[in-house]
């Protein structure tokens, strides 16, 4: 049974930097495409970025590119990502999801079997 476990989420003020883990433990002996997803207060769940099992391809939606990175050490099972510049409108519950074996190709509209538990992430002054 796969499991995915976030950890990192909290309090910062705009303008700072949160790093967000998703730990994926199981059949880890195959490594999978993880996709970052959250949700809002009063949102639907969007899509935010996403990396390659092998962490060489990595995708990024336009109201995270430039300031959000995602990174990934097989050997610890973990992807991470590190968000930089936050803003208000970052608040949210961050969720990472299995959302493939190997590439990010079409992650935004999939239907996703293993989910991590969520990560509160607030931007607030």
């Known amino acids: 049974q796969l499991q995915l476990v976030e950890s990192g989420g909290g309090l910062v003020q705009p303008g700072g930097s949160l790093r967000l883990s998703c730990e994926v433990s199981?059949?880890?002996?195959?490594?999978?495409?993880i996709g970052w997803f959250r949700q809002a207060p009063g949102k639907e769940r969007e899509g935010i970025s996403c990396?390659?099992?092998?962490?060489?391809?990595?995708k990024y939606e336009d109201p995270v590119k430039g300031r959000f990175t995602l990174s990934r050490d097989n050997a610890k099972n973990t992807v991470y990502l590190q968000m930089n510049r936050l803003q208000s409108e970052d608040t949210a519950v961050y969720y990472c999801?299995?959302?493939?074996?190997?590439?990010?190709?079409?992650?935004?509209?999939?239907?996703?079997?293993?989910w991590g538990q969520g990560a509160q992430v607030t931007v607030s002054s």
């Open positions: 999801a299995i959302v493939g074996e190997i590439d990010c190709e079409g992650y935004l509209y999939g239907q996703y079997v293993y």
């Open positions: 199981g059949y880890t002996s195959i490594y999978y495409a």
């Open positions: 990396i390659s099992s092998s962490g060489t391809s990595t």
